[in-house]
């Protein structure tokens, strides 16, 4: 709000600026779809923002949920929120027994949730519904005995309550193994360089700024293959920063970072940084790592 304290502001901002304020923050796809808003809002719009739930979900990055907490706090819009607290407490009023995080069990809670919003003041009714879930009917300890609602709860009546509500299984975070190769320069009298890649405009890390890198995902209980060479220079001998473990939301990595003798820059893409004093838009993964790295690299 500082940097950008309106929309066109941020409608006008570089992007690696936004990306650089975004920093360890993570979902770096929340920072880029926020600006594309934004843009979209100030050059098709007008600079007029949304007034119902069905247009501000059309922007980028507002799912629903966002769309109707918006709507209707801000507009008054009789549209129901739907998050992770509204879901427990409705899955325990009707007992679903449908997976809430799947279709039916999806349409249940979305159907009890319609059935039970205050039109006449929807803003407070869904905050009323988000604060019950949070303080009165919590995942593991609900205060059953103290809930307003507890002569209509069927998940009470049944005893079905820390049973609800059901989720299907969690799909393991992947096991990823990433070689970083970094590429040093040193000018005569210039400071030690080295070359950072600006990343691809999606997947991982995309926008920001790493070294050339190459991921396998890892084969499961096996111990990383720590001899990565990207531009295919293995060698035993080989000088390797790590590892450095890095947990993302299905990703769990485990990272090498080796220096590239024989490297060529391409002449797009990336640029030189000083290595002991350069800033770059660096991903989590190394940022956490930066001054061990810098360290090392001096050493080496
Ligand atoms: S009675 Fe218990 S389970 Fe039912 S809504 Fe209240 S706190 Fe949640």
Not at 155 to 177: F, G, I, S
Not at 216 to 222: A, D, N, V
Not at 284 to 299: G, H, Q, T
Request: proline share 8%; charged share 25%; aromatic share 8%.
């Amino acid at each position: 709000m500082a940097a950008f304290p309106t929309v066109q502001d941020l409608a006008a901002a570089k992007t690696d600026q936004v990306m650089a304020l975004w920093k360890g923050l993570g979902y770096y796809s929340r920072a880029r779809n926020l600006q594309k808003a934004a843009q979209i809002i100030v050059n098709e719009n007008g600079g007029e923002l949304p007034k119902n739930a069905t247009e501000w979900a059309a922007l980028p990055g507002i799912g629903p949920y966002t769309a109707a907490a918006i709507s209707s706090i801000c507009y008054g819009e009789p549209v129901a929120v739907v998050d992770g607290n509204v879901q427990r407490v409705m899955s325990r009023l009707f007992d679903i027994e449908h997976a809430v995080d799947r279709k039916e069990g999806k349409k249940s809670v979305q159907e009890a949730c319609d059935l039970l919003l205050d039109a006449t003041d929807p803003g407070s009714s869904n905050q009323a519904w988000m604060e019950l879930g949070a303080l009165v009917c919590a995942p593991r300890s609900p205060l059953c005995g103290e809930c307003p609602l507890s002569d209509g709860c069927l998940a009470y009546e049944r005893n079905t309550v820390l049973q609800r509500p059901v989720k299907q299984p969690k799909k393991a975070a992947l096991p990823v193994e990433v070689g970083f190769s970094i590429a040093l320069r040193k000018e005569q009298n210039g400071p030690l360089q080295w070359w950072v890649e600006r990343r691809p405009d999606s997947g991982i890390w995309s926008q920001l700024e790493a070294f050339p890198c190459r991921m396998t995902p890892q084969r499961l209980g096996e111990e990383a293959d720590i001899n990565i060479g990207l531009f295919g220079n293995q060698s035993p001998e080989r000088q390797m920063f790590g590892p450095v473990k890095h947990i993302l939301t299905h990703r769990r990595m485990t990272a090498w970072f080796s220096i590239e003798p024989h490297f060529s820059p391409p002449k797009t893409g990336g640029r030189w940084v000083d290595v002991e004093s350069g800033e770059a838009n660096w991903p989590r993964l190394i940022d956490k790592v930066l001054p061990e790295l810098r360290a090392w690299i001096v050493k080496n």
